[in-house]
């Protein structure tokens, strides 16, 4: 019986694609948690945080923030993926 066993095989594809789906609504949620928005006055000191050391850094003494870096008037929009 050849179509019980594409049913079985759709039905698997659609648990496999439901379990995709969930778990990237999930990741994506905990992203939005980690990024918020926030406004600087002109003039304030900041630090930016830096993922990775440099090549030849290493790892221990690598300190994860730069700066201070003072706010000067400018427009600029960072969306949360970076584009």
Same mark, same amino acid.
């Given at each position: 019986m050849p179509w019980r066993r594409i049913c079985v095989e759709l039905n698997a594809r659609q /648990? /496999?694609?439901d379990k995709k789906s969930s778990l990237f609504k999930r990741s994506s949620e905990t992203i939005g948690e980690r990024?918020? !928005?926030r406004d600087y006055e002109v003039g304030q000191e900041v630090?930016?945080?830096v993922d @990775? &050391? &440099?090549r030849g850094t290493i790892k221990r @003494?690598? !300190?994860p923030w730069e700066g201070p870096f003072v706010v000067r008037m400018m427009n600029i929009v960072v969306e949360n993926e970076g584009f």
């Amino acid at each position: 019986m050849p179509w019980r066993r594409i049913c079985v095989e759709l039905n698997a594809r659609q /648990v /496999v694609a439901d379990k995709k789906s969930s778990l990237f609504k999930r990741s994506s949620e905990t992203i939005g948690e980690r990024f918020k !928005i926030r406004d600087y006055e002109v003039g304030q000191e900041v630090y930016a945080y830096v993922d @990775e &050391p &440099p090549r030849g850094t290493i790892k221990r @003494e690598f !300190i994860p923030w730069e700066g201070p870096f003072v706010v000067r008037m400018m427009n600029i929009v960072v969306e949360n993926e970076g584009f």
